[in-house]
């Protein structure tokens, strides 16, 4: 700053030497004038068209080199990448169905439908059964709904759920999440590979068992789980690390196994509606019996006498009850579904029977004989947390983003309708089992009471063999799936580098496998694999996606809450009270579930958080937790001074520049008005006025314009602060205001300054004071914004309609696109569509530069027509010459005039109009003061000339006398220069730019309700010519607007199109 204000010193001394000598000199030398005619002959090759945006082209791309490269436009934490790996072959573009869908239908339906849903309908009852599975299939709608308003807030990158909790609440939820969500998926495959060693072993072929005649020792069972789930996880991670590929193909045979066999069953339903003779179970009383014969279910045959009797000696419930042979599938037809309403819940060691009458439960003797009995505890409760499993998958659709031609509509539809689809044919079967199988036979986990056999399997048509084969097969695929996605989660989240113990599983193999971490994962899903019992991993598994979900609905929650200016999710059935009922779903169902599990996995959430927290790598993801911060205290202070906001918090902390008139009042009261129209992006305002003078002698003044300026922003419903500050020089005030107001993260970062209307009469101090601050808010890397014609602005308790414009020209971090739809937020502007346009040039194509825009705006998540406007690079006309000839006329004439202060501004008024008689528009909005009534238009013509210009200064009414003189001598110094000053080529071009521009902007925008349009960058030089010729291009520009916005961005991104 001092040496632009040397460099003014000099430019002043400059013009009052020559002054005096009646003639205008350049005391500049000839090197410094090459330099300037050098850069001016670069300049040259820009388009005319643009030639006002000069110096800002050669930092900020026009908008048609911005959009060509808008399919690599990001703001986003880059992915971290592996020399070792290879480049990613490109990705099939896939739709709806075949990425999301079907995937999501795969990974739901899972073992859990095909070995234990016939036993929980069976223990639980149709009714208790029926809000078992609805409330799973709840939890996970609700984290849908959540997850598709996250998935669809921008581009998701391949990640899952880690991703968008770790985006959405930053890296310490984030890596705790993670790694939950990859020890449920290591876990899974664990529950599948025990679940299809179970298939195999207990219903294909019991005859392989290694440790004797399980069903008479579940211990032995458990055991042969065991020693095959290990054989079956070391032959599934050969596949894994070797052929990948295999992998891949074989999801589709798992998928085509799984619809196949659900469909096979509700056919056999249908089919057996008055039940079948092929299963038949011995019941001895009301007690369920196995390995019993059926040819030798009677009480007179050897064979039961054997059993019952030994050493002659009978059991006493043997002696005093019949044995029956009782129908096991009945049929839709029966009745069957009245005697499996009700619940029939067991403890470990009671028998199953008809009722709940003791005498039938309770085994009283020490032999059990060959009567089944629960081999665990039942409850309500524990049954959630058995089938949960079988909802989970939901995140299939997301993990595949990157693979979708349009993610943000594929994976709310698809996913949603993946789980309506699952959901049904959950709800359904439990309803259709309870009214087609007998009760005894429905809570036979293991189907021992018919041989050892599979009970959907014999419902199913044509036969069993079709579910056996499909459920075997599906299982194993869904298992191969968790062993593929499982090491690639991990290593995810070890190159984020977040988690400082899980750098080496960010290796990847010379084929770009990650073998640390399929080794990794081999390891903790065989320690899941030594439980040996599906019934014990499906609810600690449940623990650590019910976690996950959670904190979905978390992350969804905080952001609706918070109100973010980047969270525009493109899914709008979405609600922060959806999102918290989801939570609080997730946390209930784990604690009913089992208290200890979910304390084991809380432990594990909040090491893994405290470790990052305190040993991880620092991460700036925009998330939701850093974003409260700005609401909060000293804590929250101290970690927003870290550094600036991440692109997705970024909101306009708003610094207000009101300036004051003599009775201490804000001149431009709607100017508080805009401010709060523009919170609803939730950030900061901070109102500041200058008073010029020395502080301790107006010490009270300054007290006493506080308090109007505080009272101003109370009645506009301004949140945040005021203050004064005191100054020997107003622009030296605003300066030291715009580097020093703020607190730490606190800082404001967008500037609100009003239009200098007075700039013509008040002369070089007025605009000057303008075009410094526009410097020293470029200089401080803040966002500028100017409103023009500010009393026309509405009230914030109106409400509009109408077209708020935006005219794109350069593209400086997106700021255009986000004041629109922040000021949409509140009431006033919410009914007002927007409208984009954009320049094309000579060479683009506007058809593909339309096409792209609107592809950006998609991604944006805002909704705007879109028009570009070609300009075609025509001819400078006469009126542009005239234009530019009458600015630099009157700024030479000012100069030769040698006026002082007080008779410049008598005088400017009078070249003005001379001037501008002949160029007057009939728009009442040109060169508009909005502090002038609309009545004095009926004043005298001279009065009105004079207020179309400017009418901020006093009004002075001076002698005819005066006037007459005061005419005479600029029309001498008009004769003078007429004939002889020969307009400035680069003026004429940034002339010619501002009044094209102005044409179709008002042809396009003039019904508009707000006109908002970049600002175009201030001249470097530090002349008064050139900043008085800057002031009459923005006139120029604007010219016939009644409302205009003018903004320059900070030079950062505000908007991104990521989530």
């Given at each position: 700053?001092?040496?632009?204000?040397?460099?003014?010193?000099?430019?002043?001394?400059?013009?009052?030497?020559?002054?005096?000598?009646?003639?205008?000199?350049?005391?500049?030398?000839?090197?410094?004038?090459?330099?300037?005619?050098?850069?001016?002959?670069?300049?040259?090759?820009?388009?005319?068209?643009?030639?006002?945006?000069?110096?800002?082209?050669?930092?900020?791309?026009?908008?048609?080199?911005?959009?060509?490269?808008?399919?690599?436009?990001?703001?986003?934490?880059?992915?971290?990448?592996?020399?070792?790996?290879?480049?990613?072959?490109?990705?099939?573009?896939?739709?709806?169905?075949?990425?999301?869908?079907?995937?999501?239908?795969?990974?739901?339906?899972?073992?859990?439908?095909?070995?234990?849903?016939?036993?929980?309908?069976?223990?639980?009852?149709?009714?208790?059964?029926?809000?078992?599975?609805?409330?799973?299939?709840?939890?996970?709608?609700?984290?849908?709904?959540?997850?598709?308003?996250?998935?669809?807030?921008?581009?998701?990158?391949?990640?899952?759920?880690?991703?968008?909790?770790?985006?959405?609440?930053?890296?310490?939820?984030?890596?705790?999440?993670?790694?939950?969500?990859?020890?449920?998926?290591?876990?899974?495959?664990?529950?599948?590979?025990?679940?299809?060693?179970?298939?195999?072993?207990?219903?294909?072929?019991?005859?392989?068992?290694?440790?004797?005649?399980?069903?008479?020792?579940?211990?032995?069972?458990?055991?042969?789980?065991?020693?095959?789930?290990?054989?079956?996880?070391?032959?599934?991670?050969?596949?894994?690390?070797?052929?990948?590929?295999?992998?891949?193909?074989?999801?589709?045979?798992?998928?085509?196994?799984?619809?196949?066999?659900?469909?096979?069953?509700?056919?056999?339903?249908?089919?057996?509606?008055?039940?079948?003779?092929?299963?038949?179970?011995?019941?001895?009383?009301?007690?369920?019996?196995?390995?019993?014969?059926?040819?030798?279910?009677?009480?007179?045959?050897?064979?039961?006498?054997?059993?019952?009797?030994?050493?002659?000696?009978?059991?006493?419930?043997?002696?005093?009850?019949?044995?029956?042979?009782?129908?096991?599938?009945?049929?839709?037809?029966?009745?069957?579904?009245?005697?499996?309403?009700?619940?029939?819940?067991?403890?470990?060691?009671?028998?199953?029977?008809?009722?709940?009458?003791?005498?039938?439960?309770?085994?009283?003797?020490?032999?059990?004989?060959?009567?089944?009995?629960?081999?665990?505890?039942?409850?309500?409760?524990?049954?959630?947390?058995?089938?949960?499993?079988?909802?989970?998958?939901?995140?299939?659709?997301?993990?595949?983003?990157?693979?979708?031609?349009?993610?943000?509509?594929?994976?709310?539809?698809?996913?949603?309708?993946?789980?309506?689809?699952?959901?049904?044919?959950?709800?359904?079967?439990?309803?259709?089992?309870?009214?087609?199988?007998?009760?005894?036979?429905?809570?036979?986990?293991?189907?021992?009471?018919?041989?050892?056999?599979?009970?959907?399997?014999?419902?199913?048509?044509?036969?069993?063999?079709?579910?056996?084969?499909?459920?075997?097969?599906?299982?194993?695929?869904?298992?191969?799936?968790?062993?593929?996605?499982?090491?690639?989660?991990?290593?995810?989240?070890?190159?984020?580098?977040?988690?400082?113990?899980?750098?080496?599983?960010?290796?990847?193999?010379?084929?770009?496998?990650?073998?640390?971490?399929?080794?990794?994962?081999?390891?903790?899903?065989?320690?899941?694999?030594?439980?040996?019992?599906?019934?014990?991993?499906?609810?600690?598994?449940?623990?650590?996606?019910?976690?996950?979900?959670?904190?979905?609905?978390?992350?969804?929650?905080?952001?609706?809450?918070?109100?973010?200016?980047?969270?525009?999710?493109?899914?709008?059935?979405?609600?922060?009270?959806?999102?918290?009922?989801?939570?609080?779903?997730?946390?209930?169902?784990?604690?009913?579930?089992?208290?200890?599990f979910a304390l084991l996995a809380m432990g594990m959430a909040v090491v893994i958080y405290k470790y990052i927290e305190y040993h991880g790598a620092e991460k700036e993801w925009g998330d939701g937790i850093r974003g409260m911060a700005l609401t909060a205290a000293r804590f929250s202070l101290l970690r927003l001074e870290e550094g600036p906001p991440h692109t997705k918090n970024w909101r306009p902390q708003i610094l207000v520049l009101s300036k004051l008139n003599d009775n201490l009042l804000p001149k431009y009261r709607k100017i508080f008005s805009f401010a709060t129209q523009l919170k609803a992006g939730k950030g900061l305002t901070i109102c500041v006025s200058v008073l010029k003078g020395d502080h301790t002698k107006i010490a009270n003044k300054a007290v006493d314009a506080k308090s109007t300026l505080r009272k101003y922003m109370t009645d506009e419903k301004v949140k945040g602060f005021c203050d004064i500050l005191v100054a020997q020089q107003i622009g030296e005030g605003l300066s030291s205001v715009i580097q020093t107001i703020g607190l730490g993260g606190m800082k404001p970062n967008t500037v609100i300054i009003g239009w200098p209307y007075s700039w013509r009469q008040e002369g070089r101090n007025s605009w000057r004071t303008f075009i410094q601050t526009v410097r020293t808010v470029a200089a401080c890397h803040m966002a500028l914004m100017v409103p023009k014609g500010i009393n026309f602005y509405p009230e914030s308790n109106h409400k509009i309609g109408g077209n708020i414009d935006i005219w794109w020209i350069v593209h400086d971090g997106g700021l255009l696109m986000l004041l629109p739809f922040l000021l949409k937020q509140h009431r006033?502007?919410?009914?007002?569509?927007?409208?984009?346009?954009?320049?094309?040039?000579?060479?683009?194509?506007?058809?593909?530069?339309?096409?792209?825009?609107?592809?950006?705006?998609?991604?944006?998540?805002?909704?705007?027509?879109?028009?570009?406007?070609?300009?075609?690079?025509?001819?400078?006309?006469?009126?542009?010459?005239?234009?530019?000839?009458?600015?630099?006329?009157?700024?030479?004439?000012?100069?030769?005039?040698?006026?002082?202060?007080?008779?410049?501004?008598?005088?400017?008024?009078?070249?003005?109009?001379?001037?501008?008689?002949?160029?007057?528009?009939?728009?009442?909005?040109?060169?508009?003061?909005?502090?002038?009534?609309?009545?004095?238009?009926?004043?005298?013509?001279?009065?009105?000339?004079?207020?179309?210009?400017?009418?901020?200064?006093?009004?002075?009414?001076?002698?005819?006398?005066?006037?007459?003189?005061?005419?005479?001598?600029?029309?001498?110094?008009?004769?003078?220069?007429?004939?002889?000053?020969?307009?400035?080529?680069?003026?004429?071009?940034?002339?010619?730019?501002?009044?094209?521009?102005?044409?179709?902007?008002?042809?396009?925008?003039?019904?508009?309700?707000?006109?908002?349009?970049?600002?175009?960058?201030?001249?470097?030089?530090?002349?008064?010519?050139?900043?008085?010729?800057?002031?009459?291009?923005?006139?120029?520009?604007?010219?016939?607007?009644?409302?205009?916005?003018?903004?320059?961005?900070?030079?950062?991104?505000?908007?991104?199109?990521?989530?």
């Amino acid at each position: 700053m001092q040496s632009n204000s040397a460099k003014d010193d000099s430019d002043e001394m400059e013009i009052i030497s020559s002054e005096h000598n009646g003639t205008v000199h350049d005391t500049k030398n000839e090197d410094s004038g090459d330099i300037h005619r050098a850069e001016e002959n670069q300049k040259s090759n820009i388009d005319p068209n643009l030639y006002l945006y000069d110096d800002d082209l050669a930092t900020r791309p026009h908008i048609s080199t911005f959009i060509s490269s808008i399919a690599n436009y990001e703001n986003t934490i880059p992915a971290a990448t592996d020399p070792d790996a290879k480049p990613p072959a490109p990705s099939a573009r896939m739709g709806t169905l075949i990425g999301v869908f079907l995937p999501c239908i795969q990974n739901i339906f899972g073992v859990i439908l095909f070995i234990r849903l016939t036993w929980v309908v069976g223990t639980a009852g149709a009714i208790c059964g029926f809000l078992i599975v609805l409330t799973c299939c709840c939890v996970t709608m609700l984290t849908a709904i959540s997850m598709s308003a996250i998935a669809t807030n921008g581009v998701v990158p391949a990640g899952g759920s880690y991703f968008m909790i770790s985006r959405s609440l930053g890296p310490e939820f984030g890596g705790a999440v993670g790694m939950l969500f990859y020890t449920g998926t290591t876990l899974a495959a664990a529950m599948y590979i025990v679940g299809a060693v179970e298939i195999v072993l207990t219903y294909m072929a019991p005859w392989a068992s290694i440790f004797g005649d399980f069903t008479k020792d579940a211990d032995a069972m458990y055991n042969n789980f065991r020693v095959y789930g290990t054989v079956l996880l070391i032959f599934m991670g050969l596949i894994v690390f070797v052929g990948v590929k295999f992998v891949n193909k074989f999801a589709t045979v798992a998928l085509a196994c799984v619809i196949l066999s659900i469909i096979a069953v509700y056919v056999g339903i249908f089919d057996n509606i008055h039940g079948n003779e092929k299963l038949y179970m011995c019941v001895l009383g009301k007690r369920l019996l196995k390995d019993i014969p059926i040819d030798n279910c009677t009480k007179d045959d050897s064979f039961m006498r054997d059993i019952y009797c030994p050493n002659n000696r009978c059991d006493d419930y043997y002696l005093n009850n019949n044995v029956s042979k009782v129908k096991g599938i009945k049929g839709l037809a029966s009745g069957v579904f009245y005697d499996n309403i009700f619940p029939s819940f067991l403890e470990k060691g009671q028998l199953i029977s008809y009722g709940h009458r003791s005498i039938d439960i309770e085994n009283i003797g020490n032999e059990s004989y060959n009567q089944i009995m629960a081999d665990i505890t039942t409850t309500f409760t524990l049954l959630i947390g058995i089938f949960f499993p079988s909802v989970t998958g939901i995140m299939a659709g997301s993990n595949r983003s990157g693979d979708l031609a349009d993610a943000q509509k594929s994976i709310p539809i698809g996913t949603i309708c993946a789980i309506l689809t699952t959901s049904t044919v959950y709800l359904s079967s439990v309803l259709f089992f309870a009214g087609t199988v007998d009760n005894l036979l429905l809570r036979d986990k293991f189907g021992q009471s018919i041989g050892g056999k599979l009970v959907v399997a014999n419902i199913a048509w044509p036969n069993q063999w079709v579910i056996l084969i499909g459920s075997f097969l599906s299982t194993l695929g869904a298992g191969l799936q968790s062993l593929t996605g499982a090491p690639r989660l991990l290593q995810a989240i070890a190159r984020d580098e977040i988690i400082p113990f899980l750098a080496p599983f960010a290796k990847s193999s010379k084929r770009g496998e990650p073998t640390r971490a399929l080794l990794l994962t081999i390891v903790i899903c065989h320690c899941g694999i030594l439980l040996g019992n599906v019934d014990l991993l499906a609810p600690l598994l449940s623990m650590f996606f019910l976690m996950c979900y959670g904190f979905v609905n978390l992350a969804c929650a905080v952001q609706t809450l918070l109100r973010t200016p980047n969270w525009r999710p493109r899914f709008k059935f979405y609600h922060w009270s959806l999102s918290l009922i989801g939570l609080t779903l997730c946390i209930s169902v784990m604690i009913m579930t089992s208290w200890y599990f979910a304390l084991l996995a809380m432990g594990m959430a909040v090491v893994i958080y405290k470790y990052i927290e305190y040993h991880g790598a620092e991460k700036e993801w925009g998330d939701g937790i850093r974003g409260m911060a700005l609401t909060a205290a000293r804590f929250s202070l101290l970690r927003l001074e870290e550094g600036p906001p991440h692109t997705k918090n970024w909101r306009p902390q708003i610094l207000v520049l009101s300036k004051l008139n003599d009775n201490l009042l804000p001149k431009y009261r709607k100017i508080f008005s805009f401010a709060t129209q523009l919170k609803a992006g939730k950030g900061l305002t901070i109102c500041v006025s200058v008073l010029k003078g020395d502080h301790t002698k107006i010490a009270n003044k300054a007290v006493d314009a506080k308090s109007t300026l505080r009272k101003y922003m109370t009645d506009e419903k301004v949140k945040g602060f005021c203050d004064i500050l005191v100054a020997q020089q107003i622009g030296e005030g605003l300066s030291s205001v715009i580097q020093t107001i703020g607190l730490g993260g606190m800082k404001p970062n967008t500037v609100i300054i009003g239009w200098p209307y007075s700039w013509r009469q008040e002369g070089r101090n007025s605009w000057r004071t303008f075009i410094q601050t526009v410097r020293t808010v470029a200089a401080c890397h803040m966002a500028l914004m100017v409103p023009k014609g500010i009393n026309f602005y509405p009230e914030s308790n109106h409400k509009i309609g109408g077209n708020i414009d935006i005219w794109w020209i350069v593209h400086d971090g997106g700021l255009l696109m986000l004041l629109p739809f922040l000021l949409k937020q509140h009431r006033t502007w919410r009914n007002c569509k927007l409208r984009i346009f954009t320049v094309a040039q000579i060479e683009d194509n506007s058809i593909q530069m339309k096409k792209d825009l609107k592809t950006f705006l998609y991604h944006l998540r805002i909704e705007a027509d879109v028009e570009v406007v070609e300009m075609n690079n025509s001819d400078i006309s006469a009126y542009t010459y005239e234009r530019t000839l009458m600015m630099e006329q009157r700024n030479q004439m000012l100069r030769a005039l040698g006026l002082n202060k007080k008779e410049n501004s008598k005088v400017v008024q009078t070249i003005v109009d001379h001037h501008y008689d002949a160029t007057r528009t009939a728009s009442k909005v040109r060169f508009a003061d909005p502090t002038i009534e609309e009545t004095q238009n009926h004043e005298s013509h001279n009065d009105e000339k004079r207020n179309s210009i400017d009418s901020d200064g006093p009004e002075e009414t001076d002698a005819p006398e005066a006037t007459s003189k005061k005419d005479e001598s600029a029309e001498k110094a008009d004769s003078k220069f007429k004939s002889n000053v020969k307009p400035d080529e680069f003026n004429v071009r940034r002339m010619h730019t501002a009044i094209k521009l102005n044409e179709v902007i008002v042809e396009k925008s003039q019904d508009a309700q707000l006109v908002i349009m970049n600002l175009p960058g201030p001249p470097r030089e530090v002349k008064a010519e050139r900043e008085s010729n800057y002031m009459e291009f923005l006139e120029v520009l604007t010219e016939g607007l009644e409302k205009v916005l003018m903004v320059r961005g900070g030079g950062r991104e505000v908007i991104t199109i990521y989530s």
